[in-house]
């Protein structure tokens, strides 16, 4: 089983960028496919960003396409959302994810361990 912490939220003004990070502990983090969601006041948890258990391949959002980019460091165990081009429609919390598999899926249900989400609130 691991651990998963989120850090790297806050508020920026649209057109901005802000980097998240998801830490992991407790067992070996390089074995698992990872994932990023949000989840807007009001509305579902959705998929943002996953990335399998050495990189490639990546998946996307179609509204984050081309604005985020998703990465990992195994050898640090920490997992990474670059955002650029913020928008106040990417005002969510944001959770990281990952499942026991290596491939990274879109799908909410197909992970099996959450943290405890991060806030970003993007101001136009």
């Known amino acids: 089983q691991v651990q998963l912490v989120e850090s790297g939220g806050g508020s920026v003004q649209a057109g901005g960028s802000l980097r998240l990070s998801c830490a992991g502990s407790?067992?070996?983090?390089?074995?698992?496919?990872m994932g990023w969601f949000r989840q807007a006041p009001g509305k579902e948890r959705e998929f943002v960003a996953g990335?399998?258990?050495?990189?490639?391949?990546?998946y996307y959002g179609d509204s984050v396409k081309g604005r985020f980019t998703i990465s990992r460091d195994n050898a640090k165990n920490t997992m990474y959302l670059q955002m650029n081009s913020l928008k106040p429609e990417d005002t969510a919390v944001y959770y990281c994810a990952a499942r026991d598999t290596r491939i990274a899926t879109t799908i909410l249900s197909g992970y099996d361990y959450w943290g405890q989400g991060t806030q970003v609130t993007i101001s136009s």
């Open positions: 990335i399998s258990w050495s990189g490639p391949p990546t």
């Open positions: 407790g067992h070996t983090f390089s074995i698992y496919a």
